[in-house]
């Protein structure tokens, strides 16, 4: 708990009664790489924060699996279209590398909101941190160049070549693996 708890007094402070009503609702969940989190067709009810290792979000779009996101320590992660509608994800968790996550129960942490505020306030900045990082994304598809899609996702995660396999990272890109070779070649 002390990882999570470090990372969300840098968002938002919160008062030890909050710590402690959070740490009640949160359990902590080991996945081996390769191993899906959340499957597609499952319904969120979950929001997780990686402890250690690394997992994306995919989908498939006419057989062909698609890297929407990657998710490294101390980040959050959730099928937010899944958790707030209650309908089940077109989009899968999947670990790739060993997965240490502190998983939290929606349901149970809704409901504290009403008894703590500060906790509510926090959630609600890290909502609104990941709806920037989407449309971010969104932007970085339609204005940039795969290349500077490549650069960025390196300034951002240095250690990606290191962790996540090649074709990955090209599906994230949105390229084949042959054109991000042609790329990394160039660099």
Same mark, same amino acid.
């Given at each position: 708990?002390?990882?999570?708890?470090?990372?969300?007094?840098?968002?938002?402070?919160?008062?030890?009664?909050?710590?402690? %009503?959070?740490?009640?609702?949160?359990?902590?969940?080991? !996945?081996?790489?390769?191993?899906?989190?959340? %499957?597609?067709?499952?319904?969120?009810?979950?929001?997780? !924060?990686?402890? /250690?290792?690394? =997992?994306?979000? @995919? @989908?498939?779009?006419?057989?062909?699996?698609?890297?929407?996101?990657?998710?490294?320590?101390? $980040?959050?992660? %959730?099928? $937010?279209?899944?958790?707030?509608?209650?309908?089940? /994800?077109?989009?899968?968790?999947? $670990?790739?590398?060993?997965?240490?996550?502190? %998983?939290?129960?929606?349901?149970?942490?809704?409901?504290?909101?009403?008894?703590?505020?500060?906790?509510?306030?926090?959630?609600?900045?890290?909502?609104?941190?990941?709806? =920037?990082?989407?449309?971010?994304?969104?932007?970085?598809?339609?204005?940039?160049?795969?290349?500077?899609? @490549?650069?960025?996702?390196?300034?951002?995660?240095?250690? =990606?070549?290191?962790? =996540?396999?090649?074709?990955?990272? $090209? /599906? @994230?890109?949105?390229?084949?693996?042959?054109?991000?070779?042609?790329?990394?070649?160039?660099?």
């Amino acid at each position: 708990m002390n990882s999570i708890l470090r990372h969300i007094n840098v968002i938002h402070s919160i008062s030890s009664e909050s710590e402690k %009503a959070l740490a009640e609702i949160c359990k902590e969940v080991k !996945f081996l790489k390769g191993k899906d989190v959340q %499957a597609i067709g499952h319904t969120c009810k979950t929001i997780y !924060f990686v402890k /250690s290792g690394v =997992v994306r979000i @995919y @989908y498939f779009k006419n057989a062909t699996d698609i890297t929407e996101s990657f998710e490294f320590e101390n $980040a959050f992660v %959730a099928r $937010a279209e899944s958790l707030f509608t209650g309908k089940p /994800s077109k989009k899968a968790i999947q $670990a790739i590398e060993d997965t240490i996550l502190i %998983a939290i129960d929606s349901d149970r942490l809704f409901k504290l909101f009403d008894s703590h505020p500060d906790l509510e306030r926090l959630f609600r900045k890290i909502i609104e941190n990941s709806y =920037v990082n989407t449309v971010s994304r969104i932007e970085s598809l339609q204005f940039n160049t795969a290349e500077e899609r @490549y650069l960025n996702l390196l300034k951002d995660h240095s250690n =990606v070549l290191k962790r =996540v396999p090649l074709k990955l990272i $090209a /599906s @994230y890109l949105g390229i084949t693996p042959v054109s991000l070779s042609r790329i990394r070649g160039t660099k």
